[in-house]
């Protein structure tokens, strides 16, 4: 049996080499290698080209574009595919400059897309490492000024610390994400599933919510499953976990089983809230969360813990 591929976004398709992110002549020389590649990012957007396929598009660390940008201003994400690499924040003035003086696209038929939409589509590794970059770059984005003093902050440890420029102070910020669990919760031979009004027609999913400081996963997922729809729960089992930069979480799949039956959306979290068989959800009474979540994984797992086993010859 091969072994289970990692959720969308997960896996080690990335050196990180975090060794080197204080050896600021090993960040040099890489930046220096005429293989290094650049990880655009624009508005927390990716630079993807559609067709034929859809594919990552990394810049030559020696692109034209670079002219435009603060070196000290790059992430070294590590190596990727054997090369160094670089996650590139690009601004306004960045790319004006280079449209006026080169044009108004970087890269033959690229654009700047969102990632939560298109992750799937893409190469594995390459969704990883473009969710990667734009985890960092938004946590960078938050911290630009020190949270102790109020002073700017500037990168350090080739991107990965944010440190207060004032000396006195000294602080630093490094970078943080937001667990948070989500829960396939079972009763017999039923899974229940929500949704929001905000959500498209039809939609439902699995429930989820944040954890708390003070908070373990497993108390985490009582409480949300109780504040959100009213259902008391036990048997909590871990899934799987996947990053999830929108714009910063951690999402940590479960499933647990339900004591009762009973459902009283008391929150306002959740618009509606039922009990949905297998067959029910075979038959697409419902929409489905994307293919690229976690929470679709844990709907997957279950319809197939009962479905007949494949014929072999």
């Known amino acids: 049996m091969s072994a ?92 004006e400059a280079h449209t006026v003086r080169h044009g108004p696209t970087l890269e033959e038929a690229a654009e700047f897309t969102d990632l939560r939409g298109i992750g799937g589509q893409l190469p594995a590794d390459e969704a990883g490492l473009l969710a990667y970059a ?26 990965h610390v944010m440190a207060c420029s004032d000396a006195a102070c000294g602080h630093q910020n490094f970078p943080r994400i937001d667990p948070a669990i989500i829960v396939l919760i079972m009763n017999g031979e039923r899974a229940l599933l929500g949704r929001q009004a905000t959500w498209p027609k039809g939609l439902y999913s699995t429930l989820a919510g944040f954890v708390e400081p003070g908070e373990s996963l497993e108390d985490a997922v009582v409480r949300e499953m109780y504040e959100e729809a009213g259902v008391r729960v036990t048997d909590i089992r871990y899934h799987s976990s996947q990053p999830w930069p929108f714009p ?33 959800i075979r038959a697409g009474v419902i929409g489905l969360p994307p293919p690229t979540s976690v929470s679709r994984r844990l709907i997957e797992h279950w319809l197939a813990a009962d479905a007949p086993p494949s014929a072999t010859r």
């Open 4 to 95: 289970t591929p990692p959720n969308v976004f997960s896996g080690p398709y990335v050196d990180r080499r975090s060794e080197a992110r204080k050896n600021a002549t090993e960040v040099a020389a890489a930046l220096a290698d005429p293989a290094a590649l650049l990880v655009p990012v624009w508005g927390q957007r990716s630079l993807v080209r559609a067709l034929p396929e859809p594919t990552a598009v990394l810049l030559s660390v020696q692109h034209t574009l670079r002219t435009y940008l603060d070196d000290a201003a790059l992430i070294y994400l590590g190596e990727f595919r054997g090369r160094a690499t670089f996650a590139a924040d690009l601004h306004e003035q960045a790319l």
């Open 248 to 280: 910063s979480s951690l999402m940590l799949g479960f499933t647990a089983q339900a004591t009762s039956d009973d459902i009283a959306c008391n929150d306002a979290e959740l618009e509606h809230a039922r009990w949905f068989t297998r067959e029910e």
């Open 134 to 159: 734009r985890a960092l770059i938004y946590w960078r984005s938050k911290h630009r000024f020190c949270g102790v003093c109020g002073q700017p902050a500037l990168p350090k440890d080739a991107g």
